[in-house]
């Protein structure tokens, strides 16, 4: 089995649709992994049928493709990686002091999560990284186009800590692609694989901007 050609390219990214676990075989040597994968939660996502947009304008969306069945991260544990959303699936990791933290910067009496936490095997202690992102309350100036989006901030902040690797990074899990924009500006190369097309075309309009999203 040979790789599919790339649904998008240019000198720094290169985005395949596909499901990671058939691709993953065939890359060339990846440096890191920096995903956020399905966590397995069967995560609601119909924001407006809810009642969100009662307090803020906002959309419902498809389901997270794969978030359904518990969250299995054996496939990439080989590599230096960053899992956001790990607390679901802690139980299938080694232990490690290394948990970054995503503080979202809400209240403290929302019925959503105020930080959410990432698994790493080579970050050491607990980091923490504050950025607002509270429906239309958001540092920064991204347009919200998936679900679980998070902002190219937060991976551009992993990108930069002293103890992540330099090279080529993959992000097997794209969605909308904020790991492969944040590589990119940073001067990085970044491999995106996505399931789902919708997201694959998102990804790569972004990638083809000069100002972010």
């Known amino acids: 089995m040979t790789l599919p050609p790339p649904y998008y390219q240019d000198s720094a990214?290169?985005?395949?649709?596909?499901?990671?676990?058939?691709?993953?075989?065939?890359?060339?040597?990846?440096?890191?992994?920096?995903?956020?994968?399905?966590?397995?939660?069967?995560?609601?996502?119909?924001?407006?049928?809810?009642?969100?947009?009662?307090?803020?304008?906002?959309?419902?969306?498809?389901?997270?493709?794969?978030?359904?069945?518990?969250?299995?991260?054996?496939?990439?544990?080989?590599?230096?990686?960053?899992?956001?959303?790990?607390?679901?699936?802690?139980?299938?990791?080694p232990e490690t002091s290394g948990w970054l933290v995503w503080d979202k910067e809400r209240p403290d009496g929302i019925d959503q999560a105020t930080c959410e936490l990432a698994w790493t095997n080579f970050v050491k202690g607990v980091r923490r990284f504050r950025y607002l992102w509270n429906g239309c309350m958001r540092a920064g100036s991204e347009v919200l186009c998936h679900p679980t989006q998070k902002p190219v901030a937060l991976m551009s902040w992993v990108l930069g800590l002293q103890w992540t690797p330099p090279g080529v990074v993959l992000d097997p899990y794209m969605g909308s692609g904020?790991?492969?924009?944040a590589a990119k500006d940073l001067g990085r190369k970044a491999i995106g694989i996505e399931i789902e097309e919708r997201y694959c075309e998102i990804a790569a309009k972004r990638m083809a901007q000069e100002v972010l999203l």
Do not use: M
Not at 35 to 47: C, N, V
Not at 53 to 59: E, R, W
């Open 13 to 93: 990214v290169t985005i395949y649709h596909a499901d990671c676990r058939d691709i993953l075989p065939l890359l060339p040597k990846v440096d890191l992994v920096l995903t956020d994968p399905p966590y397995g939660i069967s995560h609601p996502t119909d924001y407006a049928t809810r009642g969100r947009d009662g307090l803020t304008s906002c959309n419902n969306y498809p389901p997270v493709y794969g978030d359904s069945e518990k969250f299995d991260p054996s496939h990439l544990l080989r590599f230096p990686c960053v899992l956001w959303g790990a607390n679901y699936f802690a139980s299938k990791l």
């Open 178 to 181: 904020p790991v492969l924009r």
